[in-house]
């Protein structure tokens, strides 16, 4: 499933990347063969991915969309938007910011505004929510 700022790209307003966001479902036992299937080219750590199995998981939603003319898989709006939050909480950046105004700016009244406040409350984000969601934070503008 994609995640991260190229789901922003498609909830919201579109900038540069150079990096792309998955999830992968797989079972717990599996971890070592993906760690040491991917340890040449990225850096993975075993314990990081073993985290992953702790609850909560709020990826569960998932929605299947075209992207350049390919079924994929992808996070849901508000998904995309607490994980930009989250991100945010952990190491505050304007980007992780303006890509969640951006999503608030193109879905508007699309978002899932209960399941927003519910999640953000559980993950300490409440303040930072109510403040895209009233305009107090807004997108870049060029």
Request: with cysteine; hydrophobic share 45%; proline share 4%.
């Amino acid at each position: 499933m994609l995640t991260g700022s190229m789901a922003s790209n498609f909830w919201g307003i579109p900038r540069t990347t150079h990096d792309l966001d998955f999830v992968l479902s797989f079972e717990e036992d599996r971890v070592t063969a993906i760690v040491t299937a991917f340890e040449d080219d990225y850096a993975l750590e075993a314990a990081s991915v073993r985290r992953a199995f702790r609850k909560p998981h709020m990826f569960a939603r998932r929605l299947r969309v075209t992207l350049f003319g390919e079924p994929a898989w992808i996070a849901t709006a508000e998904d995309t938007l607490l994980h930009k939050l989250c991100r945010n909480r952990i190491t505050p950046s304007k980007r992780q910011l303006g890509d969640a105004a951006g999503i608030v700016a193109v879905q508007g009244a699309e978002l899932d505004r209960s399941y927003l406040e519910q999640w953000a409350s559980e993950l300490g984000v409440v303040a930072v929510l109510s403040d895209l969601l009233d305009g107090k934070i807004r997108p870049k503008s060029t």
